[in-house]
């Protein structure tokens, strides 16, 4: 049985709902990647990462999400600038999902915490960047998780599915609002490094 879940930053302002939300249409997994890391730092939402430096995301297609309120107070950025999207919401800042710079690569990993009905996701199928983890980690499921987003960017790209997006203005193929690239020295206090000069 498909499930339906909202998704929602924390204090209220912007939603979405996810259609779906439930382990055949969706991969649930945990990145440790220091991108990730990086990001939830800079939004000062470090709390949101496990005890190994791990962020769950749920993995869909861009067609399955549908916003309903407050998509005004989304915006996005990049930690570097051929970075991937980091979508979040401008009034409290939650992270809310990563995206490739294109519609025409449809994918969206979205930020599992903000899901309201998590018994849907299923299990975590993979672990992946455990290299990268504060923490030793034994990573799996990689390959199969590629597998399984690639048939479904082809199935989205050959029906026409892709251009359902709430991110991006398909017209154009740009996203709804300018990318915001961090500056040196905000990337390097996301990273943890030591303040650069400027």
Same mark, same amino acid.
């Given at each position: ?24 249409? +969706?991969?649930?997994? #945990? ?8 990001? !939830?730092?800079?939004? %000062?939402?470090?709390? *949101? ?70 018994? +849907?996701?299923?299990? #975590? ?8 983890? !504060?923490?030793?980690? %034994?990573?799996?499921? *990689? ?56």
């Amino acid at each position: 049985m498909a499930h339906q879940t909202t998704l929602t930053c924390q204090c209220g302002a912007f939603e979405a709902q996810v259609a779906k939300a439930d382990p055949k249409h +969706g991969n649930h997994l #945990i990145c440790y990647c220091t991108d990730c890391q990086a990001y !939830l730092h800079h939004l %000062d939402k470090a709390d *949101l990462l496990d005890e190994n430096g791990g962020s769950r995301i749920f993995q869909v297609m861009p067609d399955q999400i549908t916003a309903t309120k407050g998509l005004e107070n989304l915006a996005v950025l990049r930690l570097k600038p051929k970075g991937i999207y980091r979508w979040y919401t401008t009034c409290c800042q939650t992270p809310i999902a990563n995206t490739l710079g294109t519609p025409k690569f449809p994918f969206a990993g979205l930020a599992a915490d903000n899901l309201s009905a998590q018994d +849907g996701l299923g299990p #975590i199928v993979a672990k992946v960047n455990e290299k990268d983890a !504060l923490n030793p980690v %034994d990573g799996f499921g *990689l390959s199969k998780v590629m597998r399984r987003t690639m048939r479904r960017v082809f199935w989205a790209k050959l029906t026409g599915r892709w251009k359902k997006t709430p991110f991006f203005d398909v017209s154009s193929k740009k996203a709804i609002v300018k990318p915001y690239v961090l500056s040196e020295a905000e990337r390097a206090a996301a990273y943890g490094q030591p303040d650069m000069p400027s």
